[in-house]
């Protein structure tokens, strides 16, 4: 008898044009998943890290874009509907700390009634026994938690953006109790990489770095140098992701390498890259780094860069993931700053 041929597994990412979303979108698409991309409407083309998707000759029909918005719920009830998603990833969000304290309202609309809207969606269409949720938290939600924060840390958020995300956590254990969906948390602390947008610190400083060393800058500005970040791989974390939907039973899980970095530490990381030695001098916001070589002053500190309140340090504890998961970082620190660094010149040298 002949095998009965499988259909393939649906994959709803929200956020797809992001960074997390581009490359979740190829690591699904790679399991033989067929992948519906959610994006927003935009006067602008936004799909530059998906663009390949389009046309890769070797993918044909398994990416399908949608139109959609986290705020509108019609919408997510009409998707969902008509694509019966076998996996949700709801990574869309605005997710830039400090912009959250400028426009809090549609961040808390966005990222926490967004997640509430997603598991409406799954209920009200008694999805329940067919669509397991993946929810995209954050570290921002332990705030200034002592370090190292895992599973059972309390939670202090300091920003919008940190709390918005906290009440979609708490949701989502909510709607995991109450109406039995497969939904998770994953507690995913700083990752990067090359696709990561520029106005987040790591990839400002790489890109930064970049010009620099091209010629094509002088100066990098930034805000609190001393702030302690769990800085990891996002292609090692969107991995996590996956694999928290394929267990027997929902759970939560903190994705982390469980070291810390300082911003002025990521800074000299960076420089050296390009054959450059970072020395400081200064205090407060008169401190700058220098070119050791020659003095060129390449850093300088901005005010306005610094968030209204601050999050000292952020580390994390997998533990939990590396046990039930087998999940642990495959790519460390250097060798992904590196390559962010080499992909920024790269770009700039095409531009």
């Known amino acids: 008898m002949k095998k009965k041929k499988q259909n393939k ?24 998943y067929k992948v519906i991309g959610l994006k927003r409407r935009s006067s602008t083309f936004n ?32 998707v969902i509907q008509s694509t019966k998603p076998d996996e949700i990833y709801n990574l869309g969000a605005q997710s830039h700390v400090h912009t959250s304290f400028e426009t809090p309202e549609y961040t808390a609309n966005a990222d926490a009634l967004g997640t509430l809207r997603i598991l409406e969606a799954i209920r009200i269409l008694n999805l329940q026994k067919k669509t397991k949720f993946y929810q995209a938290s954050t570290s921002e ?35 995991r109790k109450a109406y039995d969906i497969f939904a998770c948390n994953g507690i995913l602390f700083n990752h990067e990489g090359p696709k ?20 094509k800058r002088r100066t990098v500005f930034l805000g609190n140098l001393n702030a302690k970040r769990d800085w990891g791989y996002a292609k090692d974390y969107i991995r996590s992701m996956w694999m928290m939907l394929q267990q027997k039973k929902p759970d939560d899980y903190v994705i982390a390498t469980g070291k810390s ?25 008169n401190e700058v780094g220098y070119n ?11 005010k306005n860069y610094f968030r209204p309140n601050e999050v000292y340090h952020l580390r994390g504890d997998y533990k939990k993931a590396k046990k039930i998961l087998k999940w ?24």
């Open 292 to 302: 050791s070589k020659n003095n060129q002053v390449l850093v300088k500190i901005d």
């Open 47 to 78: 799909t530059q890290r998906i663009d390949h998707l389009y046309t890769d000759i070797q993918k044909p029909n398994n990416f399908k874009p949608y139109y959609g918005d986290l705020t509108d719920s019609s919408n997510l009830i009409r």
């Open 141 to 175: 939600i332990f705030g200034n938690s002592k370090p190292p924060q895992n599973e059972n840390t309390s939670f202090r958020p300091e920003s919008p953006y940190g709390t918005a995300k906290l009440y979609a956590y708490w949701i989502v254990k909510n709607y």
């Open 9 to 32: 597994k649906i994959a709803l990412i929200t956020g797809v044009t992001g960074q997390d979303g581009s490359l979740l979108a190829d690591f699904l698409l790679k399991k033989n």
């Open 261 to 285: 970095c300082t911003v002025r530490n990521f800074v000299e990381k960076t420089f050296k890259v390009v054959g450059i030695n970072i020395a400081w001098k200064g205090k407060g916001l």
């Open 328 to 351: 642990r970082p495959k790519i460390s620190l250097d060798e992904m700053i590196k390559e962010m660094v080499l992909n920024d010149i790269k770009i700039l040298k095409k531009s």
């Open 196 to 215: 990561r947008g520029e106005t987040f610190v790591t990839r400002k400083i790489t890109r930064a770095v970049a010009e620099i060393y091209l010629n």
